[in-house]
């Protein structure tokens, strides 16, 4: 499964109120339009008022568009990105701002019960190429994490998206991860407890670069319609 990734930051003459309201209904209208093919689900989870205190609190919106199919995926982003819906966006968001990518989904945890997620992207470590980095990542980490009881009791979902580069973009993120757990006090317990500080930190600074991540997190998410499904 592939999944199209957008890290929404929106102009600044907008509240963040005002513009979660009116950016729903853009992006519906925008997939209305011209339905893609392939598209499976469309997500749009919107940044929380109520985070964890001195959480990154960068962006307003995390977008979420899967596919099965590389090529569909591959289509959207290049849509997306395109001049002409910058243009038309051009009130709404800091696009130099808000990346857009595409990547692999690779699944690690995922129970039910997460009500809050936590959304992040992240760069390589120095040194290491994509490919070991990313193997690292998908092989090694979670065992790692898995080993830290109480951390990772804490979590409901862990799933990975292994960025790679699409033709006709120019850039993208290659680490991406969604973390899910039943409430925010989950979350803030889980990372910033001691086993996430010194052993899964330490281990995630071999591979990435963690005081660089994006971040985001959501309490709300709100799923699309696509061709009258919701």
């Given amino acids: 499964m592939e999944r199209l990734m957008v890290f929404v930051r929106r102009d600044a003459r907008r509240s963040r109120?005002?513009?979660?309201?009116g950016w729903t209904e853009m992006v519906s209208q925008w997939l209305a339009a011209a339905p893609v093919p392939g598209l499976n689900r469309a997500i749009i989870n919107c940044a929380s008022a109520s985070a964890m205190t001195g959480w990154p609190d960068d962006y307003d919106a995390v977008?979420?568009?899967?596919?099965?199919?590389?090529?569909?995926?591959?289509?959207?982003?290049?849509?997306?990105?395109?001049?002409?819906?910058?243009?038309?966006?051009?009130?709404?968001?800091?696009?130099?701002?808000?990346?857009?990518?595409?990547?692999?989904?690779?699944?690690?945890?995922?129970?039910?019960g997460a009500h809050v997620k936590l959304l992040v992207a992240g760069y390589l470590a120095d040194g290491w190429s994509e490919a070991a980095a990313q193997q690292y990542w998908s092989d090694v980490h979670p065992v790692v994490a898995q080993g830290q009881a109480i951390f990772w009791s804490l979590l409901r979902r862990y799933v990975q998206i292994h960025g790679h580069p699409i033709k006709g973009v120019a850039s993208y993120m290659p680490m991406a991860a969604d973390i899910g757990a039943a409430s925010f006090e989950d979350l803030d317990r889980a990372f910033s407890h001691e086993q996430y500080l010194t052993v899964i930190r330490d281990d995630e600074a071999r591979f990435a670069k963690p005081q660089d991540m994006l971040a985001m997190a959501s309490d709300r998410e709100i799923i699309l319609h696509i061709g009258g499904r919701g």
């Avoid at 109120?17 to 309201?21: D, K, M, S, T, V």
């Fill in 17 to 21: 109120e005002i513009f979660l309201a």
């Fill in 63 to 112: 977008m979420e568009f899967w596919f099965n199919e590389t090529n569909d995926a591959a289509t959207m982003l290049n849509r997306w990105s395109g001049a002409a819906n910058r243009r038309a966006l051009a009130d709404w968001i800091e696009w130099d701002a808000s990346p857009a990518w595409v990547g692999e989904v690779k699944p690690k945890l995922d129970l039910p």
